[in-house]
C-alpha cells in the first residue's frame, strides 16, 4: 500500500496546467468501440481507471496504443461482448462499456461494478433504460446478460437525472432504429464532451447538455481524432489546495463557466478570483470565512467537490454547514479529519463545520477518492508531517497530484512502504 507523505505549512504558490477529465474520458474510450475503426484521442489522464477500462478494451479484442498524451484505439477486430469480472469490480464507471457493447453488438454480459464506497448507487436506471429500448435482462447468480435482436428507439424518462444512466443510453442508441429521446437528463459537461465527440464520429446527438436529449440511430461511424475536456474537479481541488494554505496560483484552465459554483463559493469564502483567457487566479486571504454547500446535479454544487471544500472550510473563521443530496456515505473522510484536530458535527445529510485554529499532522486512511484528496489539503496546511494512507483510491483519479502541487511549493512525496 502506498501513502503520501506531506510537510505541512507551505503557501501554494505558482502556476499549474489541469489534465484532461477523468470522467469524460471513460465513456469516450468506451465510444471507441462503437466506430468500429480507429479512434485517436488526446489528453486522457494516466490515471488507475483510465488505465482499466483501456486493459478492458483489450481484453474485448481492441488494439491500444499509447505515445505522448495520445491513445489510439482500433476497435475493429472487437469479437468478446463480456467485460471480465476481475476488472468490472475495480471501479464502477466500467457500467458504461456495456452500453457501448449492447449499441455495437446488441448483446453484453457483465458482472455488478465496483469502486468507491459512497453510498447506493444502483445501476437499475440503466437496466429499466435497456428494457426500454427492447433489450432483454437476465440476472444470474451476480452476473447480467443483456441482449436483443434489434434495438429500437424510445422515450426514456429518469428517475434522476444520473450522469452513468444518460452515458449508457447514449452509447446503446447510436445505432438504435428510429429516434430516442431521453428526459431527465444529465446535464454535466462530460455528456457534452461525449455527445461532441461521438457526433464527430457520425452520430447524431441533440441537446447534450440540456435537460433533453434526442439520439436518432446513425448506420455508420468514422475514424476520428478526438481531445478530451479538462478535468472540473481537479480545477476545484488545486484551487481550494491554493485556497487552504493561503496561496496565490494561477490555474490553465479553458472552461471556467464549468466550476462556476465552486468559484462562487471560494469567492464567497474570501478569494479573490479572476478570470482571462484559459486562466483562472486566485489569491486566498490570511483567513478564510465559512461558507454553507448543498451538493446537487450539474449546474449545482458538485457532489465530488463537497469533501474538498469541506477540509478547506475546517479552519475558516465561523462554523460552515454543508448538505449532501447525493450520495448518504459520503462523510466517511469525516472521522479521519478529526485526527487532524477539525471540529466535525455529521447528523444524516448533514456536515457542520466549526473552524480551528489550526490543524495537527497525523496517520490518517483515504476512504474513497475524493475524501482521499481532501485529506491531502489538510495535509497541506497542518502543522508537522501528516500520512495519507491507501492512496490508491486517490491515484484512480488524480493525474500526478503529488507533482502538480510540489511544483507550488508544497512538500509532498509518496511512500511504497506503508
Known sequence: MSSYIIEGGRKLEGEVTVSGSKNASLPIIAASILNKGTTKLYDIPNIQDTRITLEILKYLGCKVKKSHGKIEINSKNVTKKEIPEHLMSQMRSTVVLAGAILGRFKEARFSYPGGCDIGARPIDLHLSAFKKLGINIIEDSGFITCKCDKIVGANIDLDFPS??????????????????????????????DLAKCLNKMGAKIEGAG???????????LKDINYTVMQDRIEAGTLLCAGAITGGNII??????????????KLEESGCKIKIEKDKVYLQAPK??????????????????????????????????????????????????????????????????????RKLSGAKVKSTDLRGGACLVLAGLVARG??????????????????EKLTNLGAKI??????
Open 210 to 220: 440540456t435537460n433533453i436529449i434526442k439520439i436518432t440511430g446513425a448506420n455508420k
Open 385 to 402: 508531517t501528516t500520512t495519507v494512507t491507501n492512496i490508491e483510491y486517490i491515484l484512480r483519479g488524480y493525474e500526478k497530484l503529488d
Open 163 to 192: 450522469v452513468g444512466a444518460t452515458e449508457n443510453i447514449i452509447l446503446a442508441s447510436v445505432y438504435a432504429e428510429g429516434v430516442t429521446t431521453i428526459t431527465n437528463a444529465a446535464m454535466e459537461p462530460e455528456i457534452v
Open 287 to 356: 483567513k478564510l470565512k465559512a461558507v454553507d454547500i448543498k451538493t446537487m446535479p450539474y449546474p449545482g454544487f458538485p457532489t465530488d467537490m463537497q469533501s474538498v471544500f469541506a477540509s478547506t472550510l475546517t479552519l475558516a473563521k465561523g462554523t460552515s454547514m454543508i448538505i449532501e443530496n447525493i450520495f448518504e456515505n459520503r462523510y466517511r473522510y469525516a472521522a479521519e479529519l478529526k485526527k487532524m484536530g477539525a471540529k466535525i458535527t455529521i447528523e444524516g445529510k448533514t456536515a457542520v463545520i466549526k473552524g480551528v
Open 413 to 418: 512525496y509518496i511512500d511504497e512502504e506503508n
Open 251 to 264: 490555474l490553465n484552465y479553458k472552461t471556467p463557466e464549468h466550476i462556476t459554483p465552486i468559484l462562487n
